[in-house]
């Protein structure tokens, strides 16, 4: 399995796109892994995770060639995860010859209400006909041509009662991905389900938001310190194991540590750090 980091940061992209702060500027100074773009994530070259403003610029940056995506995992529907209006140039006159004609899009109700409610009208019919919706329920295990998607429910979006936020366990011949972003401290029907699954995954991409600071246990994110508790309990129930790769991801410009800062900090705890670009074969 191949996994990608497409961009690591949260919303504002890092510099952010309004802002002059000291963090923003130094980004833009030392340029390099400094400089992130909103989170987004390909395995293999089938399927992506989150679909922000920025995939575009993915696209261009990285050489992608974004038509052989067959499935779509939305974890939610914030603008930083979830820009449709990309969407409705995928077919008809604005897309020839793809790889794939049809676009899987797995994803809770409200995400997929979001979608029709805001920018179905601008969809050609051909085009639509070719978005094929999944309707996630949390924890049932869907089939995708050999991937095994199984969604969890995520502590996000605290401020919308009976939205549903998910994060990700993937698996595929043998190897596997457990992908938190968004989310805090996870839900305790997830840890749950987690001890019972009780077999390490291969690699654990853990949401950071908050660098140094500290969320706790009932925010919709996370901070370095969180992390680091979070991945003791994995390793106490089995999902985190000896050769378990696990990396930070999603960043804040108002964490304020830049991706040195981060290395030295969190490389000797036994974290790597994303970056936008950076791949792993697992």
Same mark, same amino acid.
């Given at each position: ?46 399927? /992506? /995770? ?7 610029? #993915? ?14 995992? /939305? ?80 502590? #996000? ?19 596997? $991905? ?22 390490? $995954? ?18 919709? #994110? ?7 508790? $979070? ?18 991801? #999603? ?32």
């Amino acid at each position: 399995m191949k996994f990608r980091f497409l961009g690591t940061a949260a919303a504002e992209g890092w510099p952010a796109v309004f802002c002059n702060c000291p963090h923003c500027l130094e980004a833009a100074r030392r340029g390099g892994k400094n400089i992130r773009t909103r989170s987004q994530a390909l395995i293999n070259d089938d399927l /992506l /995770l989150d679909f922000p403003p920025d995939t575009y610029l #993915h696209k261009l940056q990285l050489g992608l060639d974004l038509s052989a995506v067959r499935y779509l995992l /939305l974890t939610h529907w914030h603008m930083d995860h979830f820009y449709p209006q990309e969407l409705t140039i995928r077919g008809g006159g604005y897309s020839h010859n793809m790889v794939s004609q049809q676009l899987h899009i797995f994803c809770g109700q409200d995400a997929q209400d979001f979608f029709m409610s805001g920018v179905s009208w601008e969809l050609e019919k051909s085009s639509e006909h070719d978005l094929i919706w999944h309707i996630l329920t949390p924890f049932k295990t869907e089939q995708a041509d050999g991937y095994a998607i199984t969604p969890l429910p995520a502590r #996000h979006m605290l401020e919308r009662p009976g939205s549903t936020p998910f994060f990700y366990l993937i698996e595929k011949e043998g190897k596997s $991905v457990l992908y938190c972003h968004d989310t805090g401290w996870f839900y305790d029907e997830v840890w749950e389900f987690l001890e019972k699954r009780g077999q390490p $995954v291969d690699l654990i991409s853990f949401d950071c938001t908050g660098g140094p600071l500290e969320n706790g246990p009932k925010s919709g #994110h996370m901070g370095y310190i969180d992390d680091i508790r $979070v991945r003791e309990k994995l390793r106490e129930i089995g999902i985190c194991g000896e050769n378990t790769c696990c990396i930070v991801n #999603h960043f804040s410009h108002n964490s304020g540590m830049l991706h040195e800062e981060l290395c030295e900090t969190l490389n000797p705890q036994g974290f790597e750090v994303s970056y936008d670009g950076m791949e792993i074969e697992l």
